[in-house]
Each structure stands twice: as structure tokens, then as C-alpha cells.
């Protein structure tokens, strides 16, 4: 522990140390500029005086030539505040656009930091709890229920490691712009069901409901809407209780489609509704298992079949997760 501390705060220092120069940078811009005026402005002074001072008393055009020596001095000083307050604005707008970037790409890598930290612990979780089962049921002469249920964790993991594996695959496919739909005629009653079922296969214990309505065909990218689906099934297994009910359900309205997971969980807190799709974000809960992509890349999935998703408050609690898709997308 003390040594991650000790860690912790060297890592700390190098950034502390950047906003320390960055502010003290921007201090002496600013500085400089207050002084470059002042100096400006004094040696307008000094330049008008000494005009004056120049001008003889007795000269036929003397009042005339005193207010255009005057005049030319509130020009000059007129100019130089014009110029000052322009400098000023353009720094301090060049300031806070740099000081953005730096929060923007200080934030993303703290993001990316805890992404491979909770990756690590994803990829590795697996593994070991199929290497666990393969090696006792290897080794130990198992019941057929011992070694059904052992068979059903493996499978269990397996799916989970597929799962992880198809939402790295697609992230990788949107960083690099190469990601492009498969557009087939899908049947999404039966999609929605066919994952349904396979949750209740893995979740035996959990209370998984399905409410479709038959036949609705659409166009669409199969294996991208089975993520989806897939992700908002297992966020909702995720932050509900083991006796809470997660119901699917899939239904026409007019010139729409809509696809909902509710569960009775917790909940999403308030602050939290509008950065929940967002990539890495995990929220309070970053104490359940996950890597903070499941949300963002379902968003990504229906936004490239033209739809929409919402979360909403499911009442008494927990959430309601709704996918809306045109209708005219129908066939």
C-alpha cells in the first residue's frame, strides 16, 4: 500500500508541476502586456509634452496646433488600449483553449488508465475461472450436477470473454472510422428473444421476462444489434439484485420501433443520466464489474441504424432502457 501511494503521488507531481508553468506562463503574458501599455502609454506622455513644449506661444496657429497635438495623444492612447484589450482577449481566449485540451487529454488518459486496469481484470477473470473449473473437473471424480454446474460457469465465462472480445473488436472499428454496417433483413422479435434466452441459460437463477411482439422485420447489422441487445441485457443482470425481474421487450407504434430492457436495480443517479453513454464512463457503481463501453457502444450501434436510445426511470426503481428506430426502416 505505501508503495502505491508513493506511486500515486509521483505521478501526481509531473502534472502539478505542467499547471504550475502553464499558470505561471500565462501570468507573465499578462504581465507583459499590462507593462508593454504602461510603457507605451508613458512614452505617449513624454512625446506629447515634449511636442508642446515645442510649440511657440506667439505662433499665429498655436491654440490649433496645441489641440492637434493633444488630440493625437488620445488617438495614440485610444489605439494602444484597443490593441491591449485585443491581445488581452485573444490570450486569454488562446488560454482557455489550451487549458481545455490539457483537461480534455489529462481526463482521457486518466479514463484510459482505469480502462486497462479494469480490461486486465476482465480478460483475466475468465481465464482463470475456466482454468479453475477445466482443472478440477480434471482431476476430481464430480457428481453429473457438480460437473453440470461447473460446465454451465465455464460456458458462463466463455460468453462473458465473447462478449468483451465483440465490444473491443467494435471500439477498435469506430477509433479507426472503419466500421460499416451489414445491412441484412433481420427478424427482431427473434433476435431479441434468441438473447433473451441465452441470458436465462447463463443466469439460470435470475428472473429474466420477455414481452416481443412477432414479426417485426427490419434492416439492420445482425451481429452489431445482438451486441447491443446483448449489453443492455447484461448492464441491467449487472446493477439489479439477484431477486429483481429484467424484462425484454420488443413492440410497434407508429412510424417507430422501440426495444426496452427495464430492470429493478438501483437506478442511475441524477447527476449521472447524461454521461452514462459516454465512452469509459462507469459511474458510481464502479465497484460492479465492467470496462465502461457497453452503454457507449450500443449508443454507437443504433446511432449507425439511424435510432435513438434513452434511459428513463423505471418506477418504483431501477431503469428503463429504450432503443427507438424509425419504421421506415422497415420492410
Known amino acids: 500500500m505505501p508503495y502505491l501511494i508513493l506511486k500515486n503521488k509521483y505521478k501526481v507531481r509531473p502534472l502539478r508541476i505542467i499547471f504550475i508553468f502553464y499558470w505561471f506562463l500565462l501570468a507573465y503574458i499578462l504581465a507583459a502586456l499590462i507593462f508593454w501599455f504602461i510603457d507605451l502609454n508613458e512614452q505617449n506622455k513624454e512625446l506629447t509634452q515634449l511636442r508642446l513644449n515645442a510649440v511657440n506661444v506667439h505662433d499665429t496657429y498655436y491654440i490649433q496646433k496645441i489641440n492637434r497635438i493633444e488630440n493625437e495623444e488620445k488617438r495614440k492612447t485610444a489605439q494602444y488600449i484597443g490593441e491591449g484589450v485585443t491581445f488581452l482577449l485573444m490570450i486569454i481566449a488562446g488560454a482557455v483553449y489550451v487549458f481545455r485540451i490539457i ?37 476430481r471424480k464430480l457428481e453429473f450436477g457438480q460437473q453440470q454446474k461447473l460446465i454451465r460457469s465455464t460456458i458462463q465465462e466463455a460468453n462473458r470473454l465473447n462478449t468483451l472480445c465483440n465490444n473491443m ?3 477498435s472499428q469506430l477509433d479507426s472510422e472503419g466500421s460499416s454496417l451489414t ?18 441459460l ?15 422485420i427490419f434492416t439492420g447489422d445482425k451481429l452489431l444489434l445482438q451486441l447491443a441487445i446483448n449489453n443492455l441485457l447484461d448492464n441491467a443482470i449487472k446493477y439489479s439484485g439477484k431477486e429483481d425481474v429484467v424484462l425484454i421487450k420488443v413492440f410497434k407504434e407508429p412510424k417507430k420501433i422501440k426495444l426496452q430492457v427495464i430492470d429493478q436495480g438501483s437506478g442511475v443517479e441524477p447527476a449521472e443520466k447524461e454521461r452514462i453513454f459516454e465512452k469509459y464512463f462507469r459511474g458510481a457503481s464502479k465497484q460492479t464489474k465492467g470496462t465502461g463501453l457497453g452503454l457507449y457502444l450500443t449508443r454507437e450501434i443504433v446511432k449507425q441504424h439511424r435510432g435513438s436510445i434513452s434511459m428513463k426511470n423505471n418506477k418504483p426503481r431501477g431503469s428503463i432502457f429504450e432503443i427507438q428506430i424509425r419504421s421506415s426502416k422497415n420492410i
Open 103 to 139: 483537461k480534455r487529454q489529462l481526463v482521457q488518459s486518466e479514463q484510459q488508465k482505469n480502462f486497462m486496469m479494469a480490461i486486465s481484470h476482465e480478460l483475466k477473470t475468465p481465464i482463470a475461472v475456466t482454468k479453475l473449473n477445466l482443472e478440477t473437473m480434471q482431476i
Open 169 to 171: 473488436l467494435f471500439m
Open 183 to 200: 445491412n441484412e433483413k433481420i427478424d427482431l422479435s427473434t433476435l431479441a428473444i434468441d438473447c433473451a434466452e441465452d441470458f436465462i
Open 202 to 216: 447463463r443466469f439460470p437463477e435470475r428472473k429474466i421476462e420477455i414481452d416481443v411482439e412477432n414479426d417485426i
